[in-house]
């Protein structure tokens, strides 16, 4: 019996998941990762070469089996555990659509579920770490100002590392009304936010002193000493130079690991206690969910507190013939069920 299986991987990374679904490449590299430690366990567990791998030597116990040995071998933390099985059922599922004879295996594996772990909420700084942050940047040179607009752009329009690489000099409107940057996100979807008069004011002042042709629209906004588009490396390195800057000269502050994603997270918990609707702070992040949106309102302490005590004030309207002891110990009935 022919062997499918090699095929199948093959015509899944090489054409389903780029080309089809525009996955990123990130996404992409991290699925090649769960394989290549998919083909470690069977050659380590079952003494099965990758190119011998079939379709029959995958079982739902062996898949199973292959999650746990990530966690006691590995000691993936179970968020890795889940994104490795994440990749496993992404492939299953374009098995089911592709290979008949292969749907009650599919069924199985895909019937694996994902282990349950804490949820913490995303890390993210306060206004304040936000302003010392913001002022670490040596304005009085032109690679300051850059640095300065390189954090400020990728707060205020919540952009990941690989949107804001790929930013264009067209992609940037900055209208006196209102300014807009285009941000191509993840499966190549476009989405256009809004930019800060603050924002744009750095924008534009990067552009003077960095003299930027604003007429070349199809040249990248971020460049290195050379004109070459800065990759996520490079950001990275400047994220983590004025980090630990801000460290020094406040060491009482930024604590968690600091990362862009954080700044990230740090705009959409601002939108969320700022009371925007979570629909638009989806389109906003480009989520493909509002599953993943809602993750900010489920684990924000603060939302919940105002949440709660909006919910207090709202059963308690229409109470007036209730004495303000009946009252307040309504309240905190309420109050409790966040515990």
Known sequence: MKNNFPEFLTTFFNQYMELEKGLSKNTISSYSDSFLLFFSYYRDAYGIAPDKITFQEITRGRVTDFCNWLESERHSSIKTRNLRLTAIHSFFRYVEMHAPSELALCKEILGIPMKKCERKPPAHLSDTELKLLFAEPDIREKKGIRDLCILTVLYDTGARVSELITLKIGDIHLDKTTATARLLGKGRKMRIVPISPATANIIKAYYKSNKKDITATASPVFTNS???????????????????????????????????????????????LSDTNLVYIRDFLGHSSIVTTEHYAKTNPEFLRRAIEKNAQDYSMGLEHYSQKEKDDLTEFLRNFRK
């Open 226 to 272: 050379r004109g070459e588009a800065l990759t996520r490396p490079g950001i990275n390195y400047i994220l983590d130079k004025y980090v630990q800057l801000a460290r020094e000269h406040h060491s009482d502050k930024f604590n968690p690991k600091i990362t862009a994603h954080v700044l990230r997270h740090s705009k959409a918990t601002n939108l969320l």
